[in-house]
């Protein structure tokens, strides 16, 4: 597939407007950004910008909103440090820098006709939300579709008014886990591997994608693999540390993949070997 | 653009010509009435760089080098010869690739902030005189990270294109030189657009000259030349022969991609982390590493902000960062990053081996680590590998 071609230069950021933020958890917020110059690449489900907050730095961050409206931007983030918190405490009308759309897309154009499983843990759910947009328009084009997701808490799950919506359509199976139940948590306790018993799907016809912690992703890697579900049928998206987005900096090479461009989604049989490698 | 120069570059099969080690002045002013400025070989700070050279004079002539594992000297050569030491420690990577750059400025306005990206349109047009063919491959290898992808970077693409390179065959080997090994040397075969050979023989002076493009003959035209006899000709054959033969470092390439994937869990990389400073020495001389990272600042007012680029290493612990950490905490699995880097997962980007021999890391490795022995201890080591 061609490479959208970024406008400018490839490290020179575009503006864009904070149109909205609104808060997910206690330390997540998903903003939705206008870019001052029209005409940006449209991205597909699993790309990320290089999204900058002026003068203090700039971070990858994946595009969460839906595919089908490219021209309004939708990045949540979870301030864990300088750029994500001063990111994540913009006010509407501020402005913040981008680059993108960078990296490789879920397989949704694959995944048709068969079943989906979507897997997801805390954060991760941000780069899997464009497939769910992009499959619940085009519903008729793939069979069972499942999200299973996983966070620590009731408070840190995200999109909670999407995952109302979603849970009350018959189309989707809707799966949500929590590590630590308050009392008013009705639901299911435990890891996100412990959902796949309830999940209807036929692993033969499965497409699965999976974005976590990499711990999280390992598990549930392990868990498709047991219910046959080939590995070349399952996709993970990676985290590496990235200065430029473009493949040159160097930073987010795992064994012989640049992470920004080769992924950061990627079909696991590709990158199986480097997968489970330690290297501390 | 890197495939292009290279292939429109290609040696020429035709006769070498022959210039007068008197005549380099005449070619100094044909680089400079076409508007180029001459890089070359200067001595400061007791070792060869490259730098502005305005002239034949200012060129490290009569120098020699004598290079070992963590050391390097120079030495006065008694026959004169002008391009008689080995790849410094400077490298060229830094014309096209620099050390540090300013990528924008941004300004803060009423309603946001307008980023104002640096002029890429016109970098300087540079000769640069006296290129090794490991280094010229060093180039060639760097063109196709940095601007070979799908996002070349536009600055170091327009002063590529721009550069006029005149390359130096090797007629002795250096002291940590492997090129042979890596089939990058001792004689450039692509991507010059003039090579020299130095012939310096009974007296005589001079230069077999080989144009590698249209660019080249043009030059090479301005020059004051002859057709090279049949005994220059060889005699050059011979030398370069030679330095081929008396190369005393060698780098067993077969397999070695293989070797070290399957050595990934191999005990050696503690052995070479006891020594390790992880001092990124051999980062910055290598002629083909090219990680940069990039950072942020305001002024004090915070009005203006700005964007720096600079090089960056896999040895500082910061660059594999990631939130929790970062992903390689030891200089056990940095320093095994490096060298699988350059010497197989490379081959896996890009095609091509990320080292060209040029036994820089070698010579500036100030505790005379030489990749060439930890790849043999590699081999010969029949310990548990439990690859990849
Ligand atoms: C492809 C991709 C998509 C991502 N998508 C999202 C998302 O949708 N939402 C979200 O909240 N976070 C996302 N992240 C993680 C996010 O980039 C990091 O949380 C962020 O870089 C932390 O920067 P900081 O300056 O706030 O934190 P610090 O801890 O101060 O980090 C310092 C620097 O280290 C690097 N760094 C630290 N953590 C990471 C990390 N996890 N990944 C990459 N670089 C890191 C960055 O260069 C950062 O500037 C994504 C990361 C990648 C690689
Ligand atoms: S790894 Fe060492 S010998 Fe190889 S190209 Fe780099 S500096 Fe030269
Ligand atoms: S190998 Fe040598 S030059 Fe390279 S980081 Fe280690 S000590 Fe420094
Ligand atoms: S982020 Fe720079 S090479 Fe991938």
Redesign the interface.
Known sequence: MA?P??V????????A?VLGVRRETPDTWTLSLEPDRPGLPAFRPGQFNMVYA?????VPISISGDPARPERLVHTVRA??AVTRALAGSRPG??V?LRGPFGTAWPVEEARGRDLVVAAGGIGLAPLRPVLYHVLSNRADYDRVVLLYGARSRAELLYRRDLERWRGRFDLDVLVTVDRPDARWRGNVGVVTALFQQAAFRPEATVALVCGPEVMIRFTLLELEKRGVPDHRTYVSL???M??G??????C?L????VC?DGPVFRTDRIR??LG?R?? | MPARPAASRSASPAVPAVMAAGDLGQLFSALTTRGYQVIGPTVRDGAVVYDAVDGPDALAAGWGDEQAPGSYRLVRRRDGAIFGHRSGPTGWKRFFWPPELR??Q?R?ME?????E?EP?ADPPRRALLGVRPCQLHGLLRLDR??AG??????RYRAARERAFIVAVNCTEAGGTCFCASMGTGPAATAGYDLALTELVTDGAHRFLVEAGSEAGRAVLSGVPHRQAEKDEVAAARVLLQKAAEAMGRRLDAGGVKELLYEK?EADHWDRVAERCLACANCTSVCPTC?????T???DLA?GR?E?R?RW?S?FSVD?????GGP????VK?RY??WL??KL??WH??FGTSGCVGCGQCITWCPVGIDLTAEVRALRAGGERGNG?
């Open positions: 490479v071609q970024p400018l230069e490839p490290m020179v950021p575009v503006t407007k002026f003068g203090i730095g700039e864990v440090g501020q402005v820098g985290e590496r540390n200065k430029c473009v493949g040159t900096c160097g930073h090479q064994g012989p993949v640049f461009h070997d480097w490698k290297e501390p | 990528l924008w941004a803060r309603d946001g902030f307008r980023v990206a890429a990270v940095v992808g799908p996002y070349p970077d536009p990934f090219f990680c940069t990272t990039v942020d600042a305001t915070g902000a964007r680029r960056d896999c660059f594999s960062y990631i939130h992903v390689r905490a030891s699995s095994r990053q699988t880097h197989a997962t896996d980007q990849v």
